[in-house]
C-alpha cells in the first residue's frame, strides 16, 4: 500500500467518525437512569450467554460448520452489547456516587476484584466439571453438557449477584451529570 492509499484511509475514517460521532452525541441517554441501563445489560447477558455454550437448535448433522457459526453470531452481539452496557454504567455510576477520590478508588477496586473473583469461579466451576469427564482426555463435543451446566451457573450467579446491587445500590437524585444540548 503507498502513502497516498494511507491517507485517503485515514481521511475516510476522519470523515466517519466526524459524522457518526455527532450523531450519537445529539440525544443523550441522561433520562435513562444507570441502574436501568445496568438492568437492560444484564437481561441481554442473561438471555445470550446460555445460548453461547449451547448447541444450535436449526442445525441437523449434515449442516455446514459456516451455517452453525452463523447461528452464534448473533448472541454473541447481544451478549457483547449487553455486557458493554454494564460495564460502562457501572464506570459512570462511581463519580455518581461519591465526591472523595480515594472513595472512587475503593469502588473501583472492589469492582475489579469481584470480576477477578467472577472469572475465577469460572475457570475453577469448569475445571471441576471437565475433571468430572470420564473416558476423555481432552475436550471436545461431548463435554458440552459441561459447558453448558457452566453457562447456566454462571448466569444464575450473575443475576443473584444483580438482585444484590440493585437492592443496596442506590442512585443519587441531585445529578451532577451534565446536559449536552445541540444547536
Known amino acids: 500500500m503507498n502513502e497516498e492509499d494511507q491517507e485517503g484511509d ?3 475514517v476522519r470523515h466517519c467518525e466526524e459524522v457518526n460521532v455527532p450523531r450519537r452525541n445529539v ?3 441522561h433520562d435513562i437512569s444507570f441502574t ?9 447477558v442473561s438471555v445470550s450467554f446460555p445460548m453461547i455454550f449451547n448447541r444450535c437448535f436449526l442445525c441437523k448433522s449434515d449442516t455446514s460448520e459456516w451455517y452453525e457459526v452463523l447461528w452464534f453470531v448473533p448472541f454473541i452481539m447481544v451478549f457483547q452489547f ?6 460502562i454504567s457501572h464506570l459512570a455510576l462511581i463519580p455518581e456516587l461519591s465526591s472523595v477520590p480515594s472513595s472512587r478508588a475503593t469502588m473501583n477496586s472492589l469492582r475489579y476484584a469481584f470480576t477477578v473473583i467472577a472469572n475465577l469461579s469460572v475457570y475453577f466451576a469448569l ?5 468430572e469427564s470420564t473416558g476423555h482426555s ?3 463435543p461431548w463435554d458440552l453438557g459441561h459447558f453448558r451446566l457452566a453457562g447456566w451457573l454462571a448466569v444464575i450467579l450473575g443475576i443473584s449477584v444483580s438482585f444484590v446491587f440493585y437492592a443496596f445500590t442506590r442512585e443519587p437524585t441531585n445529578q451532577r451529570r451534565m446536559r449536552f444540548v445541540v444547536l
Open 10 to 12: 485515514v481521511v475516510r
Open 27 to 29: 440525544r443523550p441517554d
Open 36 to 44: 436501568r441501563k445496568i438492568a437492560y445489560g444484564t437481561i441481554l
Open 82 to 87: 449487553g455486557w458493554a452496557s454494564v460495564q
Open 127 to 131: 475445571a471441576w466439571l471437565l475433571s
Open 138 to 140: 481432552t475436550i471436545g
